[in-house]
């Protein structure tokens, strides 16, 4: 049976009010709250690098290449929901709007996109590989797609250590 977290996951505007109380002497000690928020984001992740871990193997072992495609994708958005998480303050789940506010992040953080765009490719291809019967994937192909998955863990991975 898988557990869920019963830890309340903030909001931008529970984040703001709680910002204001501390600001305010109000008794709120925001050191707390931001330990449990990099605990939600670090487990977060650990699934990135999981299902990147499975990618890698799979393609080491030549299985199914649409599954490394997959698994890459998912990589790519629990490492970039973690940082959204942390540094905006919003857990987005969907996934065409967690791409258009990591694009955000990182125009805010690097000025560039680039990342951003190329987790929107392999979302598309990871909808295709997953319902499009069709779809061939090539090995290069997925070499790419761990590449950028590493990449995007990577500059999450640092997101989350600078909160």
Not at 37 to 45: D, Q
Not at 48 to 53: G, K, Q, R, V, Y
Request: aromatic share 8%.
């Amino acid at each position: 049976m898988i557990k869920q977290n019963k830890l309340m996951e903030l909001t931008p505007d529970k984040w703001g009010l709680l910002v204001y109380l501390s600001d305010q002497d109000a008794g709120v000690d925001l050191t707390a709250i931001k330990i449990f928020m990099k605990h939600i984001a670090k487990s977060r992740l650990a699934l990135a690098e999981d299902n990147l871990s499975v990618a890698e193997k799979l393609l080491e072992l030549g299985f199914s290449n649409r599954t490394v495609i997959h698994k890459s994708y998912y990589s790519m958005y629990h490492a970039a929901r973690s940082a959204v998480y942390l540094q905006m303050q919003i857990d987005v789940t969907r996934h065409r709007s967690l791409v258009d506010k990591f694009k955000k992040l990182l125009i805010k953080q690097f000025g560039d996109e680039t990342l951003a765009k190329q987790m929107n490719v392999w979302r598309m291809d990871r909808i295709k590989c997953d319902y499009d019967l069709n779809v061939e994937v090539a090995e290069d192909m997925c070499e790419s797609a761990i590449s950028d998955a590493s990449m995007i863990i990577d500059v999450c991975k640092n997101l989350v250590d600078e909160f």
